[in-house]
């Protein structure tokens, strides 16, 4: 998996929230093999900035580009090419954790039973597989969620504070996901206030100011 | 792992397919709009009169009314949980076309809830003192009303996801757009009954039905995306 | 083509200070202009021979069923200019334009029902003008509930354009099908209002009237968007300066 020329850049993004101006010109790039950390108090628009480059929020002024081209109009292309995990979780609570995987992770790549096995033997919780996902603690559900990260293949990861919920070896499982995923030359961007791979190679820090 | 990007229309299959997953293992909440429509309808004769020939006059609007009502009512939680529990947002950034995923919920919604009205209403009319001669455009009007209604109210659905009090407003703001509905469908109904031809009015609630179906999704999906921004 | 002077009069700034200078010509314009045509028409112009001095109220009903759709089709045009381009002063223009076009909605029913009185006997009858103005009073309604039900006012906005889209959508096939209802329930001489033989002398202060309101409406958008600049940029640094 290579994602030449994958870069994914940021300029001078302006966002408000109600009457409040939280983005103000933030600009950054992030490259094959790089993991950026978002970083700062709580409140300072760490979701915002993750939202708007999803575009899930919009913003006021700025641009977002995409392997060197604005991704105005390009959407759906830039999309197919980004994984999402926010601070929800996106599972039913009625349906197994391989339903959960097969009919949302399902929408983007095509899946087989062992792409959905080998992922959730990945993030640890194979033997789960068949229990819906109610029954899952709030540790597993997030290793449910990674595990529909992963199955999206995406080059551009955005994580909304990807280690709530887990326990030191779930911490440890995240870590190494984004550094497989950037030396595999993909690229990830996380919002975190606990320590994520703070002394790894490939962290690269923003922070934002209020 | 080469990943192979889902067809549209197989992705808008897993959504269908999903809800139906779903509603399987929750029919107690298929089966209430049904019951209700059942209800109201029993209501008409207590309300006026039990006499088949009076109630005749006004049978294919009372099916009708109590049509619409039911189905408004099972559309106010259509995309609730799906926006709580952050589905539709991945829906969002799927790289899918969002309106097709959202119509593809949509129909299975409409299987779930209007088609069961659709096949019920014979029974309800019956008892209304429609006789068997109409059943068929009675079905017909209501198959293209439901649908379209299904429609209407996915995108009202969509608006007031977030919203407080949704239930009210979403009456609000569909119940005046199906007007024209209510008016062709149950007037079909008596125009059969009467020994006129009910083409007419069947052809234009066909027109507004294939209408929506090309611009509802537009309209939808406008709407998700509005109410997934917070 | 060069974009920048139709961006420089959507700024709010812009926006603000034109509309202030010009509010006052449409209302001076519009007072004058129903004032003559209230003259021309309760005095000037002859009784009808079969309605006799009721007739009148058609000189404020006819203007404001007519402003009443009007007012929906701008306020739609304005909410999906402010959807596409996102160009905030359409969406509070939008947002002025729904209260007023309620009122003449509101007026239209009042004024047709006070008229069924004298020639129907009954305050209200299902005719297919009156049924066709309280659809669009709940549309009018509906779409102020849904600006009125979020709290953030850029949700409120864009998702009230939608509804505004699919209600200009469907107004046209609710007239259309509230029409075809009353010809099949009613004899066709009931639709009064619309009677094709009306004596020139009755017509000229209806146009005035017409052009009265939609002057009267072009000073209330004014004054409705300037009250509505103001709300939504209280925060902003040039009404600080000018304050």
Not at chain 2, 119 to 129: E, Q
């Amino acid at each position: 998996m290579a994602f030449d020329g994958a870069v994914f850049e940021a300029r001078e993004i302006n966002a408000w929230r109600g009457d409040r101006h939280i983005l103000r010109d933030v600009s950054f790039s992030v490259r094959p093999g790089e993991f950026l950390k978002v970083t700062g108090p709580n409140g300072v628009g760490k979701t915002t900035l993750l939202r708007v480059i999803c575009g899930l929020l919009p913003a006021e002024t700025g641009e977002l580009s995409w392997r060197g081209q604005s991704i105005r109009g390009r959407r759906d292309e830039f999309n197919f090419e980004l994984g999402h995990l926010g601070h929800l979780n996106s599972l039913k609570g009625d349906l197994t954790a391989r339903e959960n995987l097969k009919f949302l992770a399902g929408l983007r790549t095509t899946l087989t039973a062992e792409t959905i096995d080998s992922t959730l033997d990945r993030v640890g919780i194979l033997s789960r597989g068949d229990l819906p996902a109610r029954s899952l603690s709030a540790g597993q559900k997030r290793r449910l969620a990674l595990a529909r990260l992963l199955l999206a293949d995406a080059a551009l990861w955005i994580l909304d504070e990807p280690v709530t919920n887990l326990d030191t070896a779930g911490i440890r499982l995240v870590e190494e996901l984004i550094v497989d995923h950037v030396e595999q030359g993909g690229l990830a961007i996380a919002a975190a206030h606990q320590r994520l791979l703070d002394d790894a190679p490939c962290l690269r820090r923003l922070e934002l100011e209020p | 792992m080469s990943a192979v990007r889902t067809p549209t229309l197989a992705a808008a299959r897993l959504v269908f397919q999903r809800d139906m997953t779903l509603a399987w293992r929750r029919w107690d909440e298929v089966a209430q709009p049904l019951i209700f429509y059942v209800v109201v309808t029993t209501m008409f004769p207590l309300a006026t009169t039990p006499d088949l020939s009076a109630l005749r006059e006004i049978g294919g609007g009372v099916v009708w009314v109590a049509a619409l009502l039911a189905s408004l009512l099972a559309l106010e939680s259509l995309f609730r949980a799906d926006v709580e529990d952050g589905t539709t947002e991945q829906w969002v950034l799927s790289g899918q076309p969002l309106g097709y995923l959202l119509l593809a919920k949509v129909a299975a919604h409409w299987v779930l809830t209007g088609l069961p009205l659709v096949i019920m209403s014979p029974i309800v009319g019956t008892g209304l003192g429609l006789p068997t001669s109409v059943w068929g455009v009675l079905m017909f009007s209501l198959l293209l009303g439901t649908g379209t209604l299904s429609i209407l109210g996915g995108i009202g659905a969509a608006l007031t996801v977030g919203v407080r009090r949704g239930s009210v407003l979403l009456s609000l703001l569909v119940l005046p757009l199906a007007m024209p509905l209510l008016i062709f469908g149950s007037r079909a109904v008596t125009m059969q009954m009467d020994g006129d031809s009910p083409a007419g009015p069947l052809q234009l609630l066909a027109a507004i039905f294939f209408m929506a179906l090309s611009l509802g999704p537009l309209a939808m999906s406008a709407a998700i995306r509005i109410s997934v921004e917070n | 083509m060069s974009w920048t002077w139709f961006h420089k009069l959507a700024s709010p700034p812009h926006a603000y200070r034109i509309l202030g200078t010009i509010a006052p010509w449409f209302g001076w314009a519009s007072l004058a202009l129903i004032l003559l045509a209230t003259w021309w028409g309760l005095v000037k112009a002859p009784a009808d021979y079969q309605q006799g001095d009721g007739f009148r109220i058609l000189y404020v009903h006819a203007p404001s069923a007519w402003m009443s759709m009007f007012t929906y089709v701008v306020m739609a045009v304005a909410a999906g200019v402010g959807l596409i381009w996102r160009i905030k002063l359409a969406h509070a223009a939008a947002a002025a334009c729904a209260p007023i076009g309620a009122s003449f909605t509101f007026l239209a029913l009042a004024t047709g029902s006070i008229w069924g009185k004298p020639m129907w006997g009954t305050w209200w009858v299902w005719d297919a003008r009156l049924t066709s103005e309280l659809l669009l009073l709940f549309l009018y309604l509906g779409y102020m509930a849904l600006r009125a039900s979020f709290d953030d006012p850029q949700r409120a906005d864009r998702a009230s354009a939608v509804l505004a889209l699919v209600g200009v959508i469907n107004v046209p096939i609710i007239h259309y099908s509230v029409e075809w209802w009353s010809t099949l329930h009613q004899p066709a001489s009931v639709t009064k209002f619309d009677k094709p033989s009306i004596d020139l002398a009755m017509l000229i202060p209806l146009f005035i009237m017409i052009v009265g309101f939609q002057l009267y409406f072009g000073w209330a958008v004014s004054r409705r968007l300037r009250g509505e600049i103001l709300r939504r940029e209280r925060n902003a640094n040039w009404l600080k300066e000018a304050a």
